[in-house]
């Protein structure tokens, strides 16, 4: 009985022991739980601010990335790939392009051209405030008194029609610096266009002769000496060689040697040179250089029947041919297959290093393909009624390539087309002939489009200036690039928008190449005159000069130039891929074999003998 209250007792106790262990727990956590109340109440005061401004601070930045990050951009390649998978119209003539990822988002290209805010046929100021002025002054010694009866100087021309245009021009200038008697210039028959054409089966050669007889003596060939033809001595002069260099390296040799003949003879003269002498070099190139009869004829015909199909067209330089697209070294969206092809092309320029296409796209030195530059003339104004007559050689990838231009701009011409067979047949098998006939009709044509910044394109440029500022539109493919890679991003109309935005400075407008820039056959700023500074008793070169004018019109030489300033070096923005001549290369047309003899340097360097030269790529 007492051990039984003895348990009972012990019970208690023990009870009472964990009562008080509880108690003190509970008492600890309470503890516990006051003082992280009041850690937690100085961090919700000291911390918990920091944290926010912290956190704010960061979504700041996302924003701000975000808004500064560029688009996704597709790979130009992939984004040509989805716009070929997908073409169609709707029934309001409507072009669609859309893509694969996405069926419900459309690039629609409008049928009609809407309203770009200008008038897209002629240039601003053009031919009522600026026109060309080449005339001799008064001063300008004549080749009578100036001519020395032992100097006699030849070249030989190198390229295609326009490169061996630029030749023939500086070649006059060249013998009226050294005061020599110019042999009528031997034209380039051993290049890639194998052209067996003579000087006078291009050009009216008596016209040549007599048109610049006062500013200097020009003769069919060399006398003879002592019953025999005189044997000239033959060298080559460095690229962009101004007046006292040729006056320093040749004058000497001419006068020892007596006949000089210079060789490659394409872009030897300096775009800086006296007013005068620039003058003469316009009196030689607009004036003096005329086609043959038969070739005028032809491009006439041409012309007219352009003509009758609308009263104004559009004529296209579209250079889009494989060696040209080999050499630039970009990606038109062919895949493998394409860079294959042109890759094994590109071979045949064993000096050309390998091929970046984005950082080549990226500086603007891609030619649009055909349909990026039918967008560019919708996007410009120009509607689906438009007649476009195109300058073209083969067009890599044939009508498949061509077919998204056509649809864009279904009155689609070339000589091939308003011409018949018969017709061409005494120009098709001589490509320089064929070449001036598309020079005729993109000379006379409303507004000129160049896909490229080549000789052609140059040449055409200057000449459209001088004759009063028609228009000229030169794709700024800098700034186009990135514009057509992301237009499936974008509605027609923003599209439309920043590609007007940003071909202005590239319309052809008077005055709109920048000081500093730009090559004088594409800007013969000192041949321009401004109507501002023409005194009452001057006669301007009228505008619409055809190529079988016999007078050139008198001025004084008093007014004033236009202010263009031109540059000796084109900037590295502007050494196109388009300058490619095949004149040192060993090539068998038929064969396709290339044998490259290319050479590369600073074109603006006076070189020495021995020194490798730039070579004018891609001659047109």
């Known amino acids: 009985m007492k051990k039984k209250k003895r348990d009972v007792s012990n019970g208690h106790s023990s009870i009472n022991m964990n009562s008080v262990i509880n108690v003190t727990a509970l008492s600890g956590v309470v503890f516990r739980t006051a003082v992280l109340r009041r850690h937690l109440r100085r961090l919700r005061h000291h911390v918990f601010p920091l944290v926010s401004a912290v956190s704010g601070c960061l979504l700041l930045l996302l924003a701000a990335f975000s808004l500064l990050a560029p688009s996704p951009v597709l790979h130009h390649h992939d984004h040509l790939s989805l716009l070929r998978h997908y ?10 392009a859309r893509s694969n990822s996405d069926e419900t988002s459309t690039f629609r290209v409008p049928e009609s051209g809407g309203s770009s805010g200008r008038d897209l046929w002629s240039t601003r100021k053009s031919d009522t405030t600026f026109h060309g002025c080449s ?114 390296r040749l004058v000497p040799v001419l006068n020892k040697k007596h006949a000089v003949q210079l060789t490659k003879f394409d872009y030897r003269l300096s775009n800086k040179l006296d007013s005068n002498l620039q ?39 579209l250079r889009f041919e494989p060696d040209m697209l080999a050499f630039s070294g970009c990606d038109f969206g062919g895949g493998e297959k394409e860079r294959k092809e042109l890759g094994k092309i590109r071979k045949r320029w064993k000096t050309l290093h390998a091929s970046n296409p984005d950082k080549v796209r990226r500086h603007g030195r891609c030619p649009l393909t055909p349909e990026e530059v039918g967008l560019m003339l919708r996007a410009l104004g120009f509607g689906s009624d438009i007649h476009l007559y195109v300058a073209s050689g083969e067009v890599y990838g044939g009508e498949e390539t061509l077919a998204p231009l056509k649809k864009l701009f279904p009155n689609y011409h070339s000589k091939e087309t308003i011409a018949s067979k018969e017709e061409l047949t005494p120009f098709s098998s001589f490509s320089s002939r064929m070449a001036a006939l598309d020079f005729i009709v993109c000379d006379e044509s409303d507004v000129f489009i160049t896909n490229n910044n ?49 071909q202005i400075g590239f319309m052809g407008e008077p005055n709109e190449i920048k000081p500093g820039r730009g090559e004088f056959h594409e800007n013969p700023a000192a041949c321009i005159c401004s109507a501002s500074s023409t005194k009452s008793n001057e006669v301007p070169i009228p505008q619409n000069e055809s190529y079988d004018s016999q007078n050139i019109h008198k001025e004084d030489d008093t007014k004033k130039d236009s202010g263009y300033v031109t540059d000796e070096q084109i900037t590295e923005d502007e050494q196109d891929w388009s300058e490619i001549d095949y004149t040192e290369m060993n090539i068998n047309r038929s064969q396709g074999k290339v044998l490259p003899s290319v050479r590369v340097s600073d074109p603006g360097l006076l070189l020495k003998p021995d020194e490798p030269e730039l070579e004018e790529f891609f001659s047109d």
């Open 87 to 96: 073409h169609s119209s709707d029934d309001n003539g409507v072009v669609e």
């Open 135 to 248: 005339n001799a002054a008064d001063n300008f010694a004549t080749a009578d008194v100036k001519t020395h009866s032992n100097r006699y100087l030849l070249i030989a021309t190198s390229g295609g029609l326009n490169q061996q245009r630029t030749g023939i021009t500086d070649a006059v200038v060249a013998a009226y610096i050294l005061n020599a008697t110019l042999v009528v210039p031997k034209l380039d028959q051993k290049s890639f266009w194998k052209d067996s054409s003579n000087f006078d089966e291009i050009f009216d050669v008596d016209w040549f002769i007599s048109s610049l007889s006062k500013d200097v003596d020009i003769i069919k060939q060399l006398p003879t000496k002592g019953g025999k033809p005189m044997s000239p001595y033959t060298m080559r002069v460095p690229r962009k060689c101004n007046a006292k260099c040729y006056q320093n």
């Open 279 to 317: 003058k003469l070099r316009c009196r030689a190139n607009y004036h003096a250089l005329k086609f043959t009869d038969l070739i005028n004829e032809m491009g006439k015909t041409l012309v007219d029947r352009m003509r009758m199909k609308s009263k104004h067209f559009i004529a296209l330089h």
């Open 454 to 502: 080549g000789n052609m394109a140059r040449m055409l440029a200057g000449r459209r200036r001088y004759f009063g500022h028609k228009p000229t539109f030169r794709p700024n493919a800098k700034k186009l690039s990135p514009l057509f890679m992301n237009r499936n991003n974008m509605t027609w109309e923003e599209f439309a928008s920043k590609l007007r935005t940003n």
